[in-house]
């Protein structure tokens, strides 16, 4: 357990020591107005308190991934506690703090549109296709896992069977989507979201508790950190980079954060609203890590063999995830609450993996529609302009409700990553067009170069390449944009020398 806690000491250093140092990187500017102020229209430009914004932020950002994402990871061993520690530090808080801020200084610019206008027409073309695609998934998924867990806890009632309840649900769910979506971000989101978001850190807290009370065992930094337990023999790298996304760095947040780049009052605020909810969620992320790993040895084999007992509680884990005959982590998150917590464990475990996804699908669909707005120009003040926009996107989030998603969802982990690398590449670009230190988003980009590429090389849905090859290819891939950005920075460096000359000149 010492590893355990050296982590989260480790995380709340790097929000006060690395927090810092990127923040004066950044330069930011109190004295500056924000969008908040300076575009105010009463819809989505809503100056709101900072523990609003951050808890807003946080519940954003959140919603199940550090939990669900964080069940997965450990099973590839005690790995996971170094990427969600360093990944978290230096990509993800690094990332999500430098996609807010540059939003703020862009206007509230989404996402597409920072890409744009740092990567050029083509890329930001691509951006909005990529983040469209994502969100409208992220969104019709979390509606459909949402209702589905709903239904089975109210299957049976006034005489509906499972699929009835289930398609209640769904309506239901979706009615609320599209409210949040519509109306002012203060009139659902920002009374609501404070609420779940602060009962997620308290279910988050109880289960710490767990893990200090409980008897279970929890593998340290030393127990063969680069070997990995993954039932399917699936490597460390690049597989767990993919598979902690919300705990560690996730393309996602690039979607959410510009949400509240439009609500902070204060540039000064920054660190603590998106650098500091990234923090907070990497220790989510670390408790819900390790208190699976100490549940499932609690329930495997008593006192096993000291030989085994590395092996024995990463067999547990895994069969308690495909208890039903599909992994299912929400299975688990039930389990240890109600078992740890009791009752209001339960109540806990409802709101965390139910309103936890309705809250991430919600600001989906409402990111969705701001970056279509921002791609046609149109003001989002009048209703109707909203609806024009909304409308679209739920009748394909309905449509898809119909599609089987088991394949097309496996690729989502993948885009979201991929969604991260290239915001990343965009940070680098924007930090040294304006003269800061780009080494903070430029090697953390070449790092996520390797893993996606890599990955989709590799992995079993894609093309299934040899490990080997895959490594060497993302390697190459990260090395060439390494060069890239180096030879543009060379360039951008002599346009300066040169424009400085000829002013001396004219002098």
């Not at 909203?386 to 989502?412: G, K, N, Q, T």
């Not at 290239?422 to 800061?436: D, I, M, P, S, Y």
């Amino acid at each position: 357990m010492i590893t355990f806690f050296v982590c989260l000491v480790a995380l709340v250093l790097g929000y006060l020591l690395y927090g810092v140092f990127v923040e004066k990187v950044f330069g930011v500017e109190p004295e500056r107005a924000t969008p908040s102020h300076r575009l105010a229209d009463g819809v989505d430009y809503v100056a709101m308190p900072t523990w609003r914004v951050y808890l807003i932020q946080f519940l954003n950002i959140a919603g199940t991934g550090p939990i669900f994402g964080a069940i997965m990871g450990i099973l590839f061993g005690p790995s996971a506690y170094i990427w969600i520690v360093g990944g978290c530090i230096f990509m993800g808080a690094v990332h999500d703090y430098l996609c807010g801020m540059i939003s703020i200084r862009q206007d509230g610019a989404s996402l597409p549109e920072m890409v744009g206008n740092e990567l050029g027409q083509g890329a930001r073309q691509a951006m909005r296709g990529l983040s469209l695609l994502l969100l409208v998934l992220v969104g019709t998924v979390f509606v459909t896992t949402a209702a589905g867990l709903l239904a089975t806890m109210t299957h049976g009632t006034w005489g509906f069977d499972l699929a009835s309840w289930r398609w209640i649900w769904i309506g239901l769910v979706f009615v609320y989507c599209i409210l949040a979506t519509l109306l002012p971000i203060d009139t659902l989101i920002g009374r609501l979201y404070p609420i779940f978001g602060a009962a997620l850190l308290i279910m988050a807290i109880g289960v710490g508790y767990g893990i200090v009370t409980r008897d279970g065992w929890i593998p340290e930094i030393t127990h063969a950190p680069f070997v990995s337990h993954h039932p399917k023999g699936l490597p460390i790298f690049p597989f767990l980079c993919i598979t902690i996304a919300c705990g560690a760095i996730s393309g996602f947040h690039a979607t959410q954060s510009p949400l509240m780049a439009r609500c902070l009052e204060n540039e000064r605020r920054g660190r603590f609203v998106f650098y500091g909810a990234m923090i907070t969620e990497g220790i989510v992320a670390m408790i819900w890590a390790a208190a699976a790993i100490k549940f499932a040895a609690s329930q495997s084999v008593a006192d096993p063999p000291l030989a085994s007992k590395a092996n024995v509680p990463y067999q547990a884990l895994s069969a308690i995830l495909s208890s039903n005959g599909s992994t299912n982590p929400a299975l688990l998150v039930n389990l240890i609450c109600t078992t740890w917590m009791g009752r209001i464990g339960a109540l806990l475990a409802v709101l965390g993996v139910v309103a936890a996804p309705i809250t991430s699908g919600d600001t989906a669909y409402r990111s969705a529609r701001l970056i279509v707005a921002d791609f046609l120009h149109l003001n989002q003040h009048k209703i109707v302009n909203r609806l024009v926009l909304a409308c679209p996107i739920f009748a394909i989030s309905a449509a898809l409700v119909f599609v089987d998603f088991d394949v097309l969802w496996r690729y989502f982990a993948w885009t979201n990553q991929t969604l991260a690398t290239c915001f990343l590449w965009t940070a680098a670009v924007w930090l040294h067009r304006h003269g800061r230190n780009a080494w903070i988003a430029f090697l953390p980009a070449v790092f996520m170069t390797v893993v996606i590429t890599s990955y989709i090389l590799a992995a079993p849905e894609g093309f299934r390449l040899p490990q080997t090859i895959s490594l060497v290819v993302g390697f190459v891939a990260a090395i060439s944009l390494a060069i890239w950005f180096l030879r543009f920075m060379r360039r951008s460096k002599d346009n300066i020398n040169c424009d400085n000359q000829e002013d001396n000149e004219v002098k």
